[in-house]
């Protein structure tokens, strides 16, 4: 069956540092690939999204390239802010599929 | 317009007792969707609906979990009798169409004592 596996939390970083959150999938089809964020105290909010190989999601200085090769989806930021600490989450929906399948989340701490 | 809601927010409840979870998604959005997170693990599928029909119900844990839509609006989650290990954050989210982006609720979070 389809799987997620991201690197386990949490992440403390210093502001302004680089941040890299890893994601390795595992597919039957074609999967469209996601990130999620959850800040503190609200709901789930999709932070970018891939839905082919090469493909290069972006928002809000967040990237992540779709690697069919290495089957991954790494989150990356070059500088990361106070106001970025959340938990993230890699996702797949995979072909004819409907339900999102989600990894186990890292926790992102950034401090002053 | 108004996001999805859920309440409660929060509920602590002991073994054995019923607690009943309800999710108002965005209006007009037919697709509707329960995930559950447990102690800090990965958020898993429960069940889909699409109006007040179940389009997938492999999720759902046991026959303890009672999903109902009815009228094709808001949703309901009874968990009866609850479980220690029922505990966790329950998130609803809705869509407009199939492939459409899934809007989430803030998630009701259960703790079962």
């Known amino acids: 069956g389809d799987s997620v596996t991201q690197m386990e939390g949490p992440v403390t970083l210093s502001e302004e540092a680089f941040l890299t959150i890893n994601c390795t999938y595992t597919a039957t089809g074609y999967p469209s690939l996601f990130w999620y964020v959850q800040y503190p105290g609200e709901g789930l909010q999709l932070l970018l999204k891939?839905?082919?190989?090469?493909d290069k999601g972006s928002n809000k200085g967040f990237e992540a390239t779709y690697r069919k090769e290495t089957t991954s989806f790494h989150l990356e930021k070059g500088s990361v802010q106070v106001s970025d600490s959340a938990v993230y989450f890699c996702a797949l929906l995979d072909t004819g599929r409907r339900a999102l399948t989600f990894g186990s989340g890292t926790r992102l701490q950034v401090q002053p | 317009e108004a996001g999805v809601t859920q309440f409660p927010s929060h509920s602590v409840i002991e073994k054995g007792q019923t607690v009943t979870l309800r999710c108002d998604p965005i209006s007009g959005h037919d697709n509707l969707y329960w995930y559950r997170r447990v102690m800090g693990k990965e958020i898993k599928f429960l069940l889909h609906f699409v109006k007040e029909s179940k389009q997938d119900e492999s999720g759902m844990p046991n026959n303890r979990f009672l999903a109902e839509r009815t009228g094709g609006t808001y949703s309901t989650l009874k968990v009866q009798p609850a479980e220690l290990e029922d505990s966790g954050v329950y998130f609803c989210?809705?869509?407009?169409?199939?492939?459409?982006?899934?809007?989430f609720g803030n998630g009701t979070r259960l703790t079962v004592t």
């Open positions: 891939a839905t082919k190989a090469d």
């Open positions: 989210a809705s869509s407009q169409v199939g492939n459409s982006p899934l809007h």
